[in-house]
């Protein structure tokens, strides 16, 4: 079974520029979770979709926004790029939104 | 956010050597899991611990989710060079509609060949 993958995996983008990832969970997943790492807050959740609806929001402003499709894909938007959202954004997919979660490689986002 | 207490948090041990972190926290989970994460990688996902007082291993590694619900250790024996990379906690606590997971800020495991 294939796991989770996510595109791209390493953007650089300027501040004020807006940016969507996209992740593909395990074949028959339906929830989707987002979350930050850097190196000083560590991983911090985002959000959660499952069935199209998000299901659970992180303490993250309103610039970052996602959505889930009906095929389980989720995309990720942050928009108006600051430089502290230089991070990894890692991609998590599980059976159910209660299920063990299984991560992606990752998207490596540099604003400068 | 929310982070558990994970100690230590950097190990610099030699190879054959036995490894031992855990984690802490003053709120309880249902679900315990631990990951290893390469540089440039996600977490993978080692073992998972589902029930308190729960010992589980996967190869040379066990893990224990702690009888107050609060903690959990896990233990690397006779460690090898691909050991290397960093370990992280993660405290679930779901139910109903709650949903949390919260993760450790890590224990960088280094092995010296």
């Known amino acids: 079974k294939a796991g989770v993958t996510q595109t791209p995996r390493y953007l650089i983008k300027t501040r004020g520029q807006q940016v969507t990832l996209s992740c593909s969970p395990i074949?028959?997943?339906?929830?989707v979770s987002w979350y930050q790492q850097t190196p000083g807050q560590g991983l911090q959740f985002l959000f959660e979709?499952?069935?199209?609806?998000?299901?659970n929001k992180g303490n993250f402003p309103g610039r970052f926004s996602g959505r889930q499709f009906s095929n389980s894909r989720s995309e990720m938007n942050v928009s108006t790029l600051e430089l502290g959202d230089s991070a990894l954004y890692l991609c998590?997919?599980?059976?159910?939104?209660?299920?063990?979660?299984?991560f992606g490689p990752g998207t490596r986002l540099t604003v400068l | 956010g929310q982070q558990l207490n994970q100690s230590p948090q950097s190990m610099f041990i030699q190879e054959g050597e036995d490894v031992s972190m855990n984690c802490t926290s003053s709120?309880?989970?249902?679900?315990w899991l631990w990951y290893k994460q390469d540089p440039g990688e996600g977490p993978v996902l080692l073992i998972a611990?589902?029930?308190?007082?729960e010992l589980t291993s996967n190869g040379r590694l066990t893990a224990q989710f702690g009888i107050t619900r609060k903690d959990s250790f896990l233990n690397i024996s006779a460690s090898i060079p691909s050991d290397v990379g960093i370990y992280f906690c993660a405290g679930l606590l779901s139910g109903g509609s709650n949903y949390k997971l919260t993760f450790g800020k890590g224990t960088l495991l280094t092995v010296n060949p």
């Open positions: 998590a997919s599980s059976l159910g939104y209660e299920d063990t979660q299984y």
């Open positions: 074949s028959g997943h339906r929830s």
């Open positions: 611990l589902y029930k308190a007082g």
């Open positions: 709120s309880i989970f249902n679900t």
């Open positions: 979709y499952f069935s199209e609806t998000q299901r």
